[in-house]
């Protein structure tokens, strides 16, 4: 019997849209990037560009008028509507919110209060639809989430993809237990389920292995691909606009999860805490996912470049790894 780690990655081809040739523009994910201002347009151009080579048909980036322009700059596969800074904003954004299938929030967002208070308005927006749309928060995302955890609680179709210092600030915020405590603490999966489970959000707390816990399930999973020693920035960024649309898929095609029990050696998902893998998640399998996409692109353009590496050479390695871990080999 294959390996927990195959496994996962066979469940995840299974949410994969088929490329047809009658399908339309726009069938296999329409996402939304909101972040970019005047001093961060590389961060929300990674995203939106790694959701594009994941497989997303449509990005739009949602940003402040000064970076606008940059952002346009970089690809005109990109739609930019540079509106976070607008006085209008929620009645600007909302035409635009039906046409969308996810939504990234955070990268190059920054810290401006007016910016951050029409991030708060939106993330209301959200809650109120009918249909709760997949929502992955990042960057400076979470230092909103951080100040004012109780807008995302309960939404549990988001999934927050804290660093750990982000991860130990928000959990110090919500728990009331020092940060000296938290770094004290040696098994940071329980950490991560405590949060999932005291927020009602999925997380995925980055480090030297992924965690990744789900407020539906007790049993956090962790990614141990090896990836890259070079931590050059931009490589969250590439995640969570990878992920958004992974997350989209696994959310619409949840009915396709099958998942059979295995024990296996010299596999990287991390089984201590594994019971019942048939309350996997749709967002674990998702994070776990997009966690190995990035983990084996970076690990693969680091062999070739090592110190010299970037972000920009790594979003070019993110559909051929795609390839080769996901779609049906001849």
Same mark, same amino acid.
């Given at each position: ?17 088929? $490329? $047809?040739?009658?399908?339309?523009k ?7 990037v909101?972040?970019? #201002? ?17 497989g ?12 606008a ?24 954004? =909302?035409?635009w ?12 967002? =920054? ?30 995302? $979470?230092? $909103?989430?951080t ?15 804290p ?7 928000? /959990?110090?915020?919500v ?26 959000v999925?997380?995925?707390?980055k =480090? ?5 816990? #789900?407020?539906?399930n ?8 090896e ?6 920035? =931009?490589?969250?960024?590439l ?7 992974? /997350? ?5 095609n ?21 019971n ?14 997009? #966690?190995?996409?990035?983990?084996t ?34």
């Amino acid at each position: 019997m294959s390996s927990p780690h195959t496994q996962l990655l066979q469940s995840f081809r299974k949410l994969i849209p088929p $490329l $047809l040739f009658d399908g339309h523009k726009g069938e296999a994910g329409r996402i939304g990037v909101v972040g970019g #201002s005047e001093e961060y347009t590389g961060a929300p151009t990674f995203a939106g560009m790694t959701a594009l080579r994941t497989g997303a048909d449509i990005v739009h980036i949602f940003c402040a008028k000064n970076a606008a322009i940059p952002i346009k700059s970089f690809s005109p596969d990109l739609i930019v509507h540079p509106l976070l800074d607008s006085k209008s904003f929620s009645d600007d954004i =909302g035409k635009w919110l039906p046409r969308l299938h996810a939504v990234v929030i955070g990268p190059g967002l =920054g810290r401006d209060e007016n910016i951050l208070s029409n991030v708060e308005q939106l993330i209301g927006i959200l809650r109120k639809q009918d249909k709760q749309i997949p929502l992955v928060i990042d960057a400076d995302g $979470l230092f $909103l989430i951080t100040e004012k955890p109780h807008i995302i609680n309960s939404y549990e179709n988001c999934i927050l993809t804290p660093n750990i210092a982000e991860f130990e600030r928000l /959990y110090e915020k919500v728990t009331g237990v020092k940060s000296e405590e938290i770094k004290q603490e040696t098994d940071k999966k329980k950490l991560a389920q405590k949060l999932a489970e005291t927020l009602r959000v999925n997380i995925l707390m980055k =480090g030297r292995v992924d965690t990744i816990s #789900s407020p539906n399930n007790q049993t956090p999973i962790q990614c141990a691909i090896e990836g890259s020693p070079r931590r050059c920035g =931009g490589q969250g960024d590439l995640l969570s606009g990878a992920l958004a649309i992974s /997350y989209y898929w696994a959310l619409k095609n949840r009915d396709n999860i099958q998942y059979q029990s295995s024990n296996s050696e010299n596999s990287p998902i991390n089984t201590e805490y594994i019971n019942d893998y048939s309350k996997i998640t749709p967002a674990q399998i998702a994070a776990y996912a997009t #966690s190995t996409l990035i983990r084996t692109s970076s690990q693969t353009v680091f062999k070739k470049l090592g110190r010299s590496m970037i972000s920009t050479d790594l979003l070019k390695e993110i559909g051929p790894t795609f390839n080769k871990l996901f779609e049906k080999q001849d």
